[in-house]
């Protein structure tokens, strides 16, 4: 993101202050929901049984990421 | 710097981090699982109404002759796209995450305000709930319980992400009205207030049985470690960018201030 407006204190050449880099939240809020919202629905994916939630049909899913699950620590048997 | 750079690096991050931890999972962590699975088929065979018997509804089985997905594929194919699924979603939300830290987190640069959003999202999503309902191998847990315990897991997850934020909140907030140390201090204890209560108000889930502890604590252990290697990649490989980004941002300005100033 460009800044438009940099600061007059620091010609001095002693560097940027980090709150002059801070990006808006109107800015962020966006890619925020949306990512958390895709991050959650992939967990949900990889971590659970396909038991209480099944779309699709069947434990393919369940049975192709067991290891993963196992080993990344989500619950599982 | 904008919020796409943070979100592309993080991703990348988050790549090259699911794949760290598919070579250590493979290496230490899968056999464990084979010795676990084991035993299980050894103690299935000896007791015929044993819940992981032939019978599908009870639970998966992983005997190679009946299963959806043989043993082959879940320890290569099946545990990469375990890995690299969550190494690319958590990579990129630390991406944003460390987007939304830029500037915000005292007089932090951006390579240390993103190192800490990626330690803070360690220890908040993996160490803690581990600490909590720690990793169990094949052959320990029911079936039956499985709906129970994945909405305690996600229940005290949620717990713990929910106690960073506030934690981060009230830090930045101390830090405005004290200074620096006691407003860390601050933000540390919010932490692990929220964090030690719920741990005590969660139930215990114990279905270990006789299961061997040997094998539990080795399990365990490439457990922990498979999910460090993915968070040290992310916060290593995304704190190495993010710094990169910056310094060129950095010339760039120096640059046009030093031009106006002629």
């Known amino acids: 993101m460009a800044h438009a407006i940099s600061s007059p204190t620091s010609i001095s050449g002693a560097g940027s202050a980090p709150s002059d880099l801070v990006i808006p939240a109107r800015e962020l809020a966006p890619w925020l929901a949306f990512g958390a919202l895709f991050a959650m629905s992939v967990l ?31 619950p599982c048997h | 710097m904008s919020t796409r750079t943070f979100l592309v690096q993080g991703l990348v991050a988050g790549l090259l981090a699911g794949i760290a931890a598919f070579v250590v999972a493979y290496t230490v962590g899968e056999p464990q699982v084979d010795r676990a699975i084991a035993l299980e088929e050894a103690a299935g065979a000896t007791a015929a109404d044993h819940e992981h018997s032939d019978d599908p509804a009870a639970g998966h089985s992983h005997d190679d002759e009946d299963a959806v997905v ?14 690299l699924a969550i ?8 991406g944003l995450l460390a987007a939304v830290g830029l500037g915000r987190l005292g007089g932090l640069r951006p390579a240390a305000s993103t190192a800490l959003v990626a330690l803070l999202g360690a220890v908040s999503f993996s160490v803690v709930p581990f600490l909590k309902y720690p990793a169990t191998p094949p052959a320990v847990g029911s079936g039956e319980t499985i709906d129970n315990r994945t909405a305690l897991y996600f229940g005290f997850l949620a717990v713990s992400v929910l106690a960073v934020l506030a934690a981060v909140a009230v830090a930045r907030a101390a830090v405005r009205l004290w200074s620096g140390v006691p407003g860390v201090v601050a933000g540390a204890a919010t932490y692990a207030v929220i964090v030690v209560v719920a741990a005590l108000a969660f139930p215990k889930v114990d279905e270990l049985g006789d299961f061997p502890a040997g094998l539990l604590w080795d399990f365990r252990v490439a457990s922990l470690l498979t999910l460090l290697a993915l968070w040290a ?7 190495v960018l993010v710094d990169r980004t910056w310094r060129q941002h950095d010339a760039v300005r120096a640059r046009r201030e030093l031009a106006a100033s002629l």
Do not use: C, K, M, N
């Open chain 2, 87 to 94: 190494g690319v979603v958590l990579g990129g939300l630390t």
């Open chain 1, 44 to 74: 949900v994916l990889i971590s659970s049984a396909q038991g209480a939630i099944t779309i699709p049909e069947g434990t393919a899913i369940h049975e192709w990421v067991h290891d993963g699950r196992h080993l990344l620590g989500f």
């Open chain 2, 70 to 83: 043989t043993r082959a594929t879940q320890s290569t194919l099946g545990l990469a796209t375990g890995t």
């Open chain 2, 233 to 239: 990649v992310i916060g290593a490989a995304l704190t």
